[in-house]
């Protein structure tokens, strides 16, 4: 990366970097405390890993202005190995993940993101605004109607301050000034410290104590491997949605390099697992952070505020973040899909729906984004196959059919390509025409192949003509009747 450019993400947008992470840390608190207790573990490891892996981020990530820390999607996955082999394990498995996420970025695996359709994106979005929002509704319900005000009052500053001054970030106003409210009130309302004892130390370095045998790669690793896989899909397709929101580009393979070397940091000091955490992400962009530094300054100030501050920490009423998350939920909401459900094609309608639905319906976003994957794949595979059509002439002498092929030929279109040849007719030759047509695939070949034969078996001459460069080398490699049109000159 060039220097100038990379010292340029550091410190072109000092101001609202700084003001930006300040929010994002406040906001983090809850959520790693939350986010803890999903994985079976102390809130400090949380805390810890949010702190780590922030920080880390923001010097070798490929995303600036991401917040990358603990998170739901990764949590989910960890409390069976915290329960059945102890939290040391999971340091093992965190580092483990770390490493395989490198590998990934050194292998280029985030090219994969090209693959992800537009449909699949825009329901991850949604999808992920109802979990943000559905993730704050027990604190919304059963609760004390001081709380319903005081949150009210935080969307309102949230959303009204701006037109007054854009210099100081709204969320961060509002925190401070519920904050104030619920102290000189003296409020009854669940505050952060409510959540779990915070850390009183700062994080030391250790490696994790278990043995270093076989046994454990054998209890770790499939753990790490899913960690890894879901992190990095939820870092990549937060990535996307960063880049379109700022309107920059970022490089997906040292994001993946930078999310593993984050955990491995991140392991190192009593840390779970982590990714990007889109909600945050938001928060910070909305909130001005443009920049590496906004990343650092969440990461530090979290740390800062645990440990330092821990004290005005504990007293931040959860209605504020509370507000702040419901603002993140309605901003990251793509609200114009809903109007284009009815414009856009049915299946990526359909693609969009499915991805929402199987990612709420499982709390899980890599299952809905695979089946939303799944079936772009199926439609777009059908849309292809649908473009699809052979078209015969005869000879006047009616003894020679020549078939024309338009189009690609691969597991879709297969069938509609053996089914086009007519093999009752009574010919002496037929010529294949594939000057429009392309073998994508070994099915493909195979449907050449059932062709040429079931002719040859009637006592046909079959003479395939016209193939492309990259088709010719599929019929090569794989067709069976090239190798039959071998023997016969060699019989002769």
Same mark, same amino acid.
């Given at each position: 990366?060039?220097?100038?450019?990379?010292?340029?993400?550091?410190?072109?947008?000092?101001?609202?970097? #700084?003001?930006? /992470?300040? +929010?994002? $840390? =406040? @906001?983090?608190?809850?959520?790693?405390?939350?986010?803890?207790?999903?994985? &079976? !573990?102390?809130?400090?490891?949380?805390?810890?890993?949010?702190?780590?892996?922030?920080?880390?981020?923001?010097?070798?990530?490929?995303?600036?202005?991401?917040?990358?820390?603990?998170?739901?999607?990764?949590?989910?996955?960890?409390?069976?190995?915290?329960?059945?082999?102890?939290?040391?394990?999971?340091?093992?498995?965190?580092?483990?993940?770390?490493?395989?996420?490198?590998?990934?970025?050194?292998?280029?695996?985030?090219?994969?993101?090209?693959?992800?359709?537009?449909? #699949?994106?825009? /329901?991850? +979005?949604? $999808? =992920? @605004?109802?979990?943000?929002?559905?993730?704050?509704?027990?604190?919304?319900? &059963? !609760?004390?109607?001081?709380?319903?005000?005081?949150?009210?009052?935080?969307?309102?500053?949230?959303?009204?301050?701006?037109?007054?001054?854009?210099?100081?970030?709204?969320?961060?106003?509002?925190?401070?000034?519920?904050?104030?409210?619920?102290?000189?009130?003296?409020?009854?309302?669940?505050?952060?410290?409510?959540?779990?004892?915070?850390?009183?130390?700062?994080?030391?370095?250790?490696?994790?104590?278990?043995?270093?045998?076989?046994?454990?790669?054998?209890?770790?690793?499939?753990?790490?491997?899913?960690?890894? $896989?879901?992190?990095?899909?939820?870092?990549?397709?937060?990535?996307?949605?960063?880049?379109?929101?700022?309107?920059?580009?970022?490089?997906?393979?040292?994001?993946?390099?930078?999310?593993?070397?984050?955990?491995?940091?991140?392991?190192?000091?009593?840390?779970?697992?982590?990714?990007?955490?889109?909600?945050?992400?938001?928060?910070?962009?909305?909130?001005?952070?443009?920049?590496?530094?906004?990343?650092?300054?969440?990461?530090?100030?979290?740390?800062?505020?645990?440990?330092?501050?821990?004290?005005?920490?504990?007293?931040?009423?959860?209605?504020?973040?509370?507000?702040?998350?419901?603002?993140?939920?309605?901003?990251?909401?793509?609200?114009?899909?809903?109007?284009?459900?009815?414009?856009?094609?049915?299946?990526?309608?359909?693609?969009?729906?499915?991805?929402?639905?199987?990612?709420?319906?499982?709390?899980?976003?890599?299952?809905?984004?695979?089946?939303?994957?799944?079936?772009?794949?199926?439609?777009?595979?059908?849309?292809?196959?649908?473009?699809?059509?052979?078209?015969?002439?005869?000879?006047?002498?009616?003894?020679?059919?020549?078939?024309?092929?338009?189009?690609?030929?691969?597991?879709?279109?297969?069938?509609?390509?053996?089914?086009?040849?007519?093999?009752?007719?009574?010919?002496?030759?037929?010529?294949?025409?594939?000057?429009?047509?392309?073998?994508?695939?070994?099915?493909?070949?195979?449907?050449?192949?059932?062709?040429?034969?079931?002719?040859?078996?009637?006592?046909?001459?079959?003479?395939?003509?016209?193939?492309?460069?990259?088709?010719?080398?599929?019929?090569?490699?794989?067709?069976?009747?090239?190798?039959?049109?071998?023997?016969?000159?060699?019989?002769?």
């Amino acid at each position: 990366m060039n220097l100038v450019h990379y010292k340029r993400e550091w410190f072109h947008n000092v101001r609202g970097d #700084v003001l930006s /992470g300040i +929010v994002v $840390a =406040l @906001a983090l608190i809850p959520e790693a405390i939350g986010f803890s207790v999903i994985a &079976g !573990v102390d809130p400090k490891v949380g805390l810890f890993a949010s702190f780590a892996i922030a920080c880390v981020s923001a010097f070798v990530g490929g995303r600036p202005a991401m917040i990358s820390a603990a998170t739901a999607a990764t949590a989910v996955l960890m409390g069976s190995l915290v329960r059945e082999h102890g939290v040391e394990y999971l340091f093992a498995a965190t580092l483990l993940m770390g490493v395989i996420q490198i590998c990934a970025g050194i292998l280029k695996l985030g090219r994969v993101m090209r693959f992800v359709s537009r449909s #699949v994106i825009t /329901g991850f +979005v949604n $999808a =992920l @605004a109802i979990l943000i929002f559905m993730a704050q509704l027990p604190e919304l319900i &059963g !609760v004390a109607n001081a709380t319903y005000l005081m949150v009210a009052g935080g969307l309102a500053i949230i959303y009204l301050f701006p037109y007054v001054t854009k210099a100081i970030p709204s969320p961060l106003v509002a925190i401070v000034v519920l904050t104030l409210i619920a102290v000189f009130t003296g409020m009854d309302i669940r505050a952060v410290g409510d959540l779990g004892e915070l850390p009183s130390s700062f994080p030391i370095f250790a490696l994790p104590q278990v043995p270093f045998s076989w046994e454990t790669l054998q209890i770790i690793f499939p753990y790490s491997v899913g960690l890894a $896989a879901v992190g990095l899909l939820e870092s990549l397709m937060t990535a996307q949605i960063v880049d379109d929101m700022t309107d920059t580009a970022s490089s997906k393979s040292q994001e993946c390099i930078g999310q593993g070397t984050a955990n491995i940091a991140s392991g190192m000091i009593g840390g779970m697992g982590g990714c990007a955490m889109i909600g945050q992400s938001v928060i910070n962009v909305t909130s001005g952070g443009r920049g590496r530094l906004s990343t650092f300054i969440a990461g530090a100030f979290l740390l800062f505020l645990i440990v330092v501050l821990d004290d005005i920490v504990r007293i931040i009423p959860m209605a504020a973040l509370v507000a702040v998350m419901i603002m993140v939920s309605i901003g990251t909401f793509s609200w114009r899909s809903i109007l284009e459900l009815k414009s856009n094609p049915r299946t990526s309608s359909f693609v969009m729906l499915a991805t929402v639905a199987v990612t709420v319906g499982t709390h899980d976003l890599s299952k809905g984004v695979l089946v939303g994957v799944l079936l772009s794949g199926v439609f777009f595979a059908s849309k292809v196959a649908r473009l699809f059509h052979v078209r015969s002439t005869l000879t006047d002498d009616g003894k020679t059919r020549t078939y024309h092929v338009d189009g690609a030929v691969f597991f879709a279109s297969a069938e509609t390509f053996i089914m086009a040849f007519d093999f009752i007719e009574p010919l002496k030759k037929v010529v294949i025409d594939v000057h429009e047509a392309h073998f994508w695939d070994i099915t493909a070949v195979g449907a050449l192949d059932k062709v040429v034969l079931k002719y040859r078996h009637h006592n046909v001459e079959v003479e395939v003509i016209g193939a492309n460069e990259a088709s010719s080398h599929m019929l090569d490699r794989f067709a069976v009747h090239t190798d039959e049109n071998a023997k016969m000159a060699s019989a002769h």
